[in-house]
Nanobody, 124 residues
Framework: QVQLVESGGGSVHAGESLRLSCAVS????????LAWFRQGPGKEREGVAT????????YCVDSVKGRFTISRDNAANSVHLQMDSLRPEDTAIYYC?????????????????WGQGTQVTVST
C-alpha cells in the first residue's frame, strides 16, 4: 500500500520560512515524478511545483518562483518543499503527490497517490 505523509506545516508570520517534507512508503520514488499542490480557503487545489526523476523541476504558479524550492531525496524516499519569504496568500493545505498518470504535471488529475495534507498558515 502506497502512503504519503506530509510534515512541516505550521503557523508563521509573513517573510518567514517553512520546509515541508513528504515521506513516501510502498513505492520507490526514484523513477517517479513528485509534486506539491495546495488548496487555499475557498479555492480550488492548484499545482505548486513538480520534480522529475532526473531532478529537473518546474514551478506551476508564478507567485512561488524564486521563493519556493522543490527537492527530492531518493535515498530517503522523500520530497521536500522549501518555502521562503512566505506571504499570507500562501496560506493553504499543502499536499504531495506521486505516480504520474498524465503528462500535465501541474494538474490535479495527473497523480495516482496523494498525501493527507499539512496546513500552512501565514499571518501578517
Amino acid at each position: 500500500q502506497v502512503q504519503l505523509v506530509e510534515s512541516g506545516g505550521g503557523s508563521v508570520h509573513a517573510g518567514e520560512s517553512l520546509r515541508l517534507s513528504c515521506a513516501v512508503s510502498g513505492l520507490t520514488i526514484s523513477g517517479h515524478t513528485l509534486a506539491w499542490f495546495r488548496q487555499g480557503p475557498g479555492k480550488e487545489r492548484e499545482g505548486v511545483a513538480t520534480i522529475f526523476p532526473g531532478g529537473d523541476s518546474r514551478y506551476c504558479v508564478d507567485s512561488v518562483k524564486g521563493r519556493f524550492t522543490i527537492s527530492r531525496d531518493n535515498a530517503a524516499n522523500s520530497v521536500h518543499l522549501q518555502m521562503d519569504s512566505l506571504r499570507p496568500e500562501d496560506t493553504a493545505i499543502y499536499y504531495c503527490a506521486t505516480f504520474a498518470i498524465m503528462t500535465a504535471f501541474c494538474g490535479t488529475g495527473s497523480y495516482r497517490y496523494w498525501g493527507q495534507g499539512t496546513q500552512v498558515t501565514v499571518s501578517t
